[in-house]
């Protein structure tokens, strides 16, 4: 399985950006698929996840700006990310979970400048 994250980039405070996450190597949905955030000199923090059903959670610090989206058919999730703030620079990744196993992207950097 594998999963490539695209859309991250630069933007100013206020700005929006969009996250994709395209899943490849397997028949199988996933039953959660979510992002996960590390900024520098930080731990890894969860952002959101979107379970197979519909129900979707986040992190309260980007509950109103953030939304996550998948689309099960194409094993494909998205983050749609408005209102940004510095604070919310970090490489981003998407991750996928298959039963007890847990797929991780390689990462994208948003960077969001004031």
């Known amino acids: 399985v594998q999963l490539v994250e695209s859309g991250g980039g630069l933007v100013q405070a206020g700005g929006s950006l969009r996250l994709s996450c395209a899943a490849s190597?397997?028949?199988?949905?996933?039953?959660?698929m979510g992002w996960y955030r590390q900024a520098p000199g930080k731990q890894r923090e969860w952002v959101a996840s979107?379970?197979?059903?519909?129900?979707?959670n986040y992190q309260d610090s980007v509950k109103g700006r953030f939304t996550i989206s998948r689309d099960n058919a194409e094993n494909t999730v998205y983050l749609q990310m408005n209102s940004l703030k510095p604070e919310d620079t970090a490489v981003y990744y998407c991750t996928a979970d298959s039963g007890l196993i847990r797929y991780w992207g390689q990462g994208t950097q948003v960077t969001v400048s004031s």
């Open positions: 979107a379970i197979s059903g519909g129900n979707t």
């Open positions: 190597g397997t028949i199988f949905r996933f039953n959660t």
